[in-house]
């Protein structure tokens, strides 16, 4: 299967890559031209990035391009409840390979805080992205199961987080993993001006090819993201 076979809604593009490396090289060259047009449009740009294993490569090759890092403010679509130091850290990869070299300019704001429980870390998060300008760029990727950001199936606070309203962070939990996670709202996240989704390989587009199949955001939430100008990069 390849993804030119998935019957993808009006407006959603497909970009497909020969091998990871290539999709890596592709996306950070797209996502550094549309923050440096965003930084000469309005003087500054934000990017929202997904952490895991799969973009480690990408940020490695976004973190060489050249750009005014000092005017980017790069923040998380989601993260694990531990701190920045903890080995499931999202902060903690992207400091690893995102925030170096001339990259290591960049604004960094963390979801993380050290707060009692995680439902006050998410109501200092909410805050915090409060303050946050407009999303300029968003790189989201997605699970076997259909969540995206930490958007979990049968999580609770998922139809909070899936619903229209003004809060921007929840606390939310991995069915399959116990640990806590604060993830942005739905709305948050589709506010950005561009939307990205990054997968690779046979499963995930089963799992796309299935979500583009039905309706019921709340059994895949990456189905409330399947809207018009989301580009898919994807590979083998």
């Not at 499931?88 to 960049?106: I, R, V």
């Amino acid at each position: 299967m390849a993804i030119s076979d998935v019957k993808l809604p009006a407006g959603v593009s497909a970009h497909p890559f020969k091998s990871p490396v290539l999709l890596a090289e592709g996306l950070a060259l797209n996502v550094a031209k549309q923050l440096s047009e965003a930084i000469a449009a309005r003087g500054n740009a934000v990017l929202v990035v997904s952490g895991g294993r799969s973009p480690v490569a990408f940020f490695q090759h976004l973190a060489k391009q050249e750009l005014d890092w000092s005017k980017v403010v790069v923040t998380l679509a989601d993260e694990r409840w531990v701190p920045v130091e903890h080995a499931d850290s999202n902060a903690g990869l992207l400091k690893q390979y995102l925030l170096k070299g001339p990259a290591a300019k960049a604004q960094f704001l963390s979801l993380y805080s050290a707060a009692a429980n995680v439902e006050q870390a998410a109501e200092q998060a909410d805050r915090l992205l409060g303050e946050l300008p407009a999303i300029d760029v968003l790189v989201l990727g997605m699970g076997d199961d259909g969540h995206t950001a930490s958007l979990f199936p049968d999580s609770p606070n998922l139809a909070e987080a899936l619903a229209d309203g003004s809060r921007r962070c929840w606390p939310m939990l991995a069915p399959s993993v116990p640990r806590q996670r604060l993830t942005m709202s739905r709305a948050l996240l589709a506010s950005a001006r561009h939307k990205i989704l990054s997968i690779s390989g046979q499963s995930k587009l089963t799992t796309l090819n299935a979500a583009v199949a039905g309706d019921d955001v709340a059994a895949m939430p990456i189905r409330a993201f399947l809207q018009p100008t989301l580009e898919i990069y994807w590979c083998p």
